[in-house]
């Protein structure tokens, strides 16, 4: 039982030659440079023919009024706030900051016992699992395989330098071409 989709099926048996014959339109083309050249030449003769303001040219500061500035919320001095310091400070010594601190009668709390859920070791506790982790490792060795190695069976090589450091003669030869060669 095959289930053959129907929009396969469509666009099997689709026929081009139903489609209406469309002329596409540029409905908002993008200037050419050519254009863009000829809009920069243009501004550039409006700005030799016109000043970009003629009023700022013709401005003369002598027609300015004088006027006085007024602080309206002017910054307190030094004295000033001085003074507010010192009027804190008495009203502080008036009035406590909270009167219920000053009735507060730690006999009103409840009594509580503290439960550790996670208690530290003791100091003993932690000498006695020092000298167990000691004793397991002298009766186990921590790699047995590093005991019974026998160096005897490595083979000797030779290293070959693939990029070896410059002798002195060579550093001076080079040296000496640098210079020749300013």
Do not use: W, Y
Request: charged share 40%.
């Amino acid at each position: 039982m095959s289930h053959q989709c129907p929009v396969n099926k469509e666009v099997k048996t689709f026929k081009r030659s139903s489609l209406k014959e469309t002329k596409v339109q540029e409905k908002n083309p993008l200037p050419t440079t050519q254009v863009i050249d000829d809009e920069k030449i243009a501004i550039k003769e409006k700005s030799m023919k016109v000043p970009l303001n003629s009023e700022l040219e013709d401005f003369s500061p002598d027609k300015l009024k004088r006027t006085e500035t007024q602080e309206k919320n002017p910054l307190p001095t030094v004295d000033v706030i001085n003074d507010e310091k010192i009027a804190i400070k008495e009203k502080s010594m008036k009035v406590p900051l909270n009167s219920e601190l000053e009735d507060f009668s730690p006999n009103k709390l409840k009594r509580t016992e503290t439960q550790e859920k996670n208690p530290l070791p003791t100091v003993d506790v932690i000498k006695e699992e020092k000298i167990a982790i000691e004793e397991k490792c002298m009766k186990e060795p921590l790699n047995v395989a590093l005991e019974e190695f026998d160096a005897q069976k490595l083979k000797k090589i030779q290293t070959n330098e693939k990029n070896p450091l410059p002798t002195a003669k060579e550093i001076e030869a080079e040296k000496k071409a640098q210079k020749g060669s300013k």
